[in-house]
């Protein structure tokens, strides 16, 4: 990234404390993903942090990504014992998966309390980076608007227990980065996906970026979408080609680029312009799954 990156704000400290200071409390913890960027969007302080806890992983979004590349994240995961799921935390189906995850992952802590006569309450934190689904899979799972959500980085607070049945509880907690990101991919995948404050970024600059990753990824989608943009156009026009597409001409013929990039952000975001992957699992793992 050309821009510095205000990366780690205050109140992640904050919030890393708290999930410390709950961990004795949890039994496994839930971890979400984003699933057009898993590696950007897993805190590797998570490894450290939940070492000594069972662990879910939870790729949300997936109807956002490529479903090929979706299919190979899990059988990575699988490989490295990790038990994950495809899920979109919207959707119909997300509180009978999340749920079904869930006990497969405590059914030995359950079982071994059970033949002590305990019936147990497993209790669940729900963790992962700013704006991956936390809380509106929280509320879904819930069956009502139980946790806070926006979509802006940050917004969930507090501790918020959500009781889902008489012997499961889950733990929302605020979105976690990490002190200090080394990889400029992954902090611009994570700008890509929203998870870092676009206040601190430069649109233009970061939508021009998203654009020429676009070209490569899914170009006949992104030529669909924004007609006066071609394999031809510079990766120093593009962002005026998509302005043009859209009329976003001010007074004296000048293109509107704040608008335009605006318009490639939200519309990435949400799924509009192609249903594209920004990763791929570890080479060496797309071999073994071959074998």
Known sequence: ????????????????????????LIDVVCELV???APEASRNPDFDALFQNKTRVLLMNKSDLADPATNKRWIAYYKQKGVEAAEIVSTGANARAQTVRLIERASAEQVKKLEEKGVKKTVR??????????????????AGEKRAQTGDKPGVTKGKQWVKI????????????????????????????????????????????????TLRIL???ALFARYK????????????????????FIVKGGEIDAERAARIVLDEYRAGKIAKVSLEQPPKEE?????Q
């Open 1 to 24: 990234m050309e821009q510095p990156i205000n990366w780690y704000p205050g109140h992640m400290a904050k919030a890393r404390r708290m999930l410390e200071d709950n961990l004795r």
């Open 165 to 212: 049945t008489p012997h499961l509880e889950l733990l929302d907690s605020p979105g976690l980065l990490w002190p200090k990101l080394g990889d400029d991919t992954l902090a611009e995948h994570l700008a890509f996906l929203g998870s870092i404050n676009d206040e601190i970024l430069d649109l233009e600059t970061l939508a021009g970026r998203l654009l020429q």
């Open 228 to 247: 006066k943009l071609t394999a031809d156009t510079p990766d120093g026009a593009l962002l005026e080609a998509v302005a043009r597409s859209r009329g």
């Open 218 to 220: 899914a170009p006949d």
């Open 34 to 36: 984003d699933a057009r």
């Open 124 to 141: 669940v934190l729900v963790a992962g980076i700013p704006n991956v689904g936390k809380s509106t899979l929280i509320n879904r799972v």
């Open 286 to 290: 797309d071999h073994a799954e071959a």
